[in-house]
């Protein structure tokens, strides 16, 4: 999996490509902490180029969502594929995580 980052206004956005498993997920919770840590504490994600995301991956999502609402920050995701989206209204991560289609509107919802 590769993690690309940019910084749009005050929010970091991760683009991340490929598969989110078992064997990528620590990669990507050593970056988001690190980032959370250093001070970020708005973030999306950008999932268009993510093809799968296992269990792993929905517990590294979901651990630092958590760890944002402590410092009252944000996470958002955007622009899911047809199967990503699928695999977060099955586990009730929709429900959790605002999604949105297009950074524009992703970005918008941190003002």
């Known amino acids: 999996m590769e993690i690309a980052e ?3 206004g005050a929010v970091m956005v991760l683009a991340l490509t490929g598969r989110l498993d078992a ?12 980032l959370i840590d250093g001070g970020e504490t ?5 999932l268009l180029q993510l093809d ?6 929905l517990r590294v ?9 402590a410092v009252n920050g944000k996470i958002v995701l955007l622009s899911l594929k ?5 695999v977060f ?11 949105f289609d297009v950074e524009t509107d992703a970005l918008k919802s941190f003002q």
């Open 61 to 69: 999502l979901l651990m630092a969502a958590k760890r944002l609402k």
């Open 89 to 99: 209204e099955i586990a009730g991560f929709s429900a959790i995580f605002p999604i």
């Open 6 to 8: 940019q910084k749009k």
């Open 23 to 34: 064997s990528t997920a620590a990669r990507l919770e050593e970056k988001l902490l690190g």
């Open 52 to 57: 799968y995301i296992s269990s792993a991956g």
């Open 82 to 86: 047809d199967q990503i989206r699928e």
């Open 42 to 46: 708005k973030l999306a994600l950008n």
